[in-house]
């Protein structure tokens, strides 16, 4: 979500954006609509919420209503908010709206689309997971509850996270009730792997390897990270606690592709070098996350 206006991207970056936010709002919409909409699924939020008023109000689709209720949330947003609660989550509120509508009309659902319901859990729960994951990682999201927790982030002191949290539960598990205990056996467990299948693929796009590297050869080893890779290195001036002969300590942050490439040249200019290898997947600064 974004917090405040950012300024303005390259184009290029721009671009790339504009194809994870489609990508993301796209699978976001596929999840619901062909997995989640028509097993009665409730896994929290907005389309969870679709899915529990469906039956009360006949004459509108799940789609429908989750679309409106994704409009009213934005709109919500504006009167509250005014218009520094990100263009990006504008986007995608709208074109998951935009989706589910399109969706709707060249895809008719009046059943699910296999006779195995845990096959179905998976897709419902792995496709927007996926897709939310990916929209988080660009400060973008597909709006609804998200908008919700800025209006109360806002003007009370509440634990957001856990108010969500407490909220999708009380979605999840009114499930039980409106449906049956299947149905709602399978959004509890469909929210539960929500929650963590989210965080790890968050944490598995942002990965990267922390170098620290001890070596004798200092030149070439930042020479092929800066000139090469094309990415910063720290060195300082260190001694073997054994020995007492004089080493440097280079340390850098690169993609998983580089550290293998940096790798595989530390064995050619110094195959006695000492590295240190550490997966990581908050890294600040420039060439990385945004602080």
């Given amino acids: 979500m974004d917090k405040k206006l950012s300024p303005p991207l390259p184009p290029r970056q721009l671009a790339l954006e504009l194809v994870w936010m489609i990508l993301g709002t796209g699978l976001v919409a596929m999840g619901t609509y062909f997995f989640k909409f028509p097993n009665n699924f409730?896994?929290?939020g907005v389309t969870g919420l679709a899915v529990l008023l469906a039956p009360a109000i006949p004459v509108i689709s799940a789609s429908e209503l989750a679309s409106v209720l994704n409009l009213a949330s934005l709109l919500l947003g504006f009167a509250v908010l005014g218009r520094g609660f990100g263009a990006r989550t504008i986007f995608c509120t709208l074109l998951f709206s935009a989706m589910l509508a399109g969706l709707e009309q060249l895809c008719p659902l009046s059943a699910p689309l296999t006779d195995q319901p845990m096959l179905e859990l998976f897709f419902a729960v792995i496709l927007p997971a996926l897709g939310s994951a990916i929209l988080f990682n660009i400060e973008a999201s597909t709006g609804g509850t998200d908008i919700t927790a800025m209006i109360l982030k806002k003007f009370t002191s509440l634990d957001i996270g856990m108010a969500l949290l407490l909220s999708d539960l009380l979605i999840a598990g009114a499930t039980?009730?409106?449906y049956d205990i299947t149905t709602g056996l399978f959004s509890l467990l469909g929210l539960a792997l929500k929650s963590v299948l989210v965080d790890s693929v968050i944490e598995s796009l942002n990965r990267k390897k922390s170098f620290?590297?001890?070596t004798t050869h200092p030149d070439e080893v930042c020479g092929y990270i800066t000139r090469t890779l094309r990415r910063g290195a720290t060195f300082w001036s260190a001694a073997g606690a054994y020995s007492g002969e004089g080493?440097?300590?280079?340390?850098?942050a690169l993609s998983r592709?580089?550290?293998?490439r940096l790798r595989k040249h530390l064995r050619g200019v110094d195959p006695h070098a000492f590295m240190v290898i550490?997966?990581?997947s908050e890294i600040f600064g420039k060439g990385f996350l945004r602080a």
Avoid: D, E
């Avoid at 080493?247 to 850098?252: K, R, S």
């Avoid at 592709?257 to 293998?260: E, G, H, P, T, Y």
């Fill in 42 to 44: 409730s896994t929290g």
């Fill in 176 to 178: 039980l009730f409106i």
């Fill in 212 to 214: 620290m590297v001890v």
């Fill in 247 to 252: 080493c440097t300590v280079v340390l850098t």
């Fill in 257 to 260: 592709a580089q550290a293998i």
């Fill in 278 to 280: 550490s997966n990581s």
